[in-house]
């Protein structure tokens, strides 16, 4: 992906910057020109804060837009391609790390933000100015220039199903994995689930939402707990922990990725050894019992960390995490590896969590309902939105909104007709999807 290429997106998805302002998105492009200066081994030890930025669920064709985004807006990047890829990294491992800095980047802009006023402006008119600016006026402006359409409606439900359909394969990938582990004993069928709390998003802001989390959490982070956090795509689920994670003690947020790593680094390893040739076969339950054996959690040199022992490895995850779990051989395998060992790895990240609860810690367990069920916790939230078609509203009209404007930046704009050309678009859209 080269600096002469060009889009009209965003470098980030604009649900991680919801109902922005012109200023706030400008805010945000400059915070995320930083990223480029990031020393690689820094650059390449960042951690997922979504799961949909974890490596076994990461999809680069789902970004593809919003890299050529950050490639024009930032020349900077290509000298960081150049010095990682593919000397240390595949191209897709280097743009997972990138949004994984481009999330955290925009969510500390967020948390810079000024509280939204207490009563909301009314749109402006639409106008090509209005279309330009790309930020929560012009949503909401085609938003409400499209009150009453039927095809509008029948768009943004559409994005709203897609969204909804996605998470649904996403859950039904999980579901497949734990009933494996199910089948394997390393799971129980029906684990006893806690009372959960469910939180309504609508028209909060992120810090009402945390701070929502935290009225209903009491005392008990004083002590240390463990906050399950799950929710739908677009709930604003990665964006609460960040705002959990700045004003709860001793807080931290837990990852899979490197379980994942360390296991498939485990199961390479034995092969090698043992002349095997690596492959889904393999992976039987003996094999991957010996594998969960080699991995311990714990105190290591005064902090929490992963061990590995065994098969001629002895390491400690923080200190490999950016050089030998960042090796091909790892990364290109880790997909068939967390297919198999979705339960052993969440009974890992269970018992890692109580333990750090234990010592005093808060510990942040964010993502699927499917996988959240195996983490015992009195203190379980779900973020739900009881206005789920806002999500396909908005979705619907940033599609509208880059259809349109590059044949608006082409007209008059003293003559542009812009709903006209948005009526265009979406009779467009809506014709091939």
């Not at 600096?3 to 604009?14: D, R």
């Not at 990682?84 to 595949?90: M, N, Y």
């Not at 980047?105 to 006023?117: D, E, K, M, N, S």
Request: one cysteine or more.
């Amino acid at each position: 992906m080269g600096a002469t290429e060009s889009t009209n997106a965003l470098p980030f998805p604009s649900e991680w910057l919801p109902d922005a302002t012109a200023e706030q998105i400008a805010r945000a492009l400059d915070a995320l020109r930083a990223i480029s200066a990031i020393e690689p081994d820094r650059f390449l030890s960042v951690r997922a804060p979504l799961p949909s930025l974890e490596d076994t669920s990461w999809e680069l064709s789902d970004f593809k837009q919003h890299a050529l985004a950050a490639v024009a807006a930032d020349i900077g990047l290509n000298r960081l391609v150049y010095k990682t890829v593919p000397k240390r990294v595949p191209e897709s491992e280097f743009w997972r790390c990138f949004f994984c800095w481009a999330h955290i980047t925009v969510t500390q802009v967020v948390q810079t933000l000024p509280p939204a006023a207490a009563a909301a402006a009314p749109p402006p008119p639409l106008s090509l100015a209005v279309i330009e600016a790309g930020d929560s006026a012009t949503t909401t402006a085609i938003i409400s220039a499209f009150a009453g359409s039927a095809a509008f409606k029948a768009f943004a439900q559409a994005e709203m199903e897609d969204i909804l359909r996605r998470d649904a394969e996403d859950g039904d990938k999980l579901a497949a994995g734990i009933a494996m582990a199910v089948e394997k004993g390393v799971l129980q069928a029906d684990p006893p689930v806690e009372p959960l709390t469910k939180v309504d998003v609508l028209g909060k802001t992120a810090d009402a939402v945390a701070q929502e989390i935290v009225a209903a959490l009491g005392s008990a982070p004083s002590a240390g707990c463990v906050v399950v956090l799950q929710g739908l795509s677009g709930t604003g689920k990665g964006t609460t922990v960040a705002k959990l994670q700045s004003v709860l003690p001793r807080c931290t947020s837990w990852s899979n990725g490197n379980v994942f790593r360390a296991l498939t680094l485990l199961a390479v390893t034995k092969c090698e050894l043992e002349g095997l040739t690596f492959g889904a076969n393999v992976l039987t339950p003996p094999f991957l019992a010996e594998l969960v054996g080699c991995l311990s959690f714990g105190k290591y040199k005064g902090a929490f960390d992963i061990a590995i022992e065994g098969h001629g490895l002895s390491l400690l995850v923080s200190e490999v995490a950016n050089t030998i779990l960042k090796e091909p051989k790892v990364g290109k395998n880790i997909p068939t590896v967390a297919k198999m060992t979705q339960g052993e790895v969440v009974g890992f990240a269970a018992a890692a969590a109580e333990a750090m609860r234990a010592d005093g810690m808060n510990v942040l367990m964010e993502g699927r309902e499917q996988t959240l069920n195996y983490v015992r916790s009195p203190h379980r939230f779900e973020l739900v939105l009881s206005e789920p078609l806002t999500i396909g509203e908005r979705r619907a009209a940033q599609r509208l909104m880059g259809a349109a404007l590059e044949a608006l930046q082409k007209a008059d704009a003293a003559t542009a007709d812009v709903k006209a050309t948005l009526d265009s678009a979406l009779a467009k859209l809506t014709a091939t999807s």
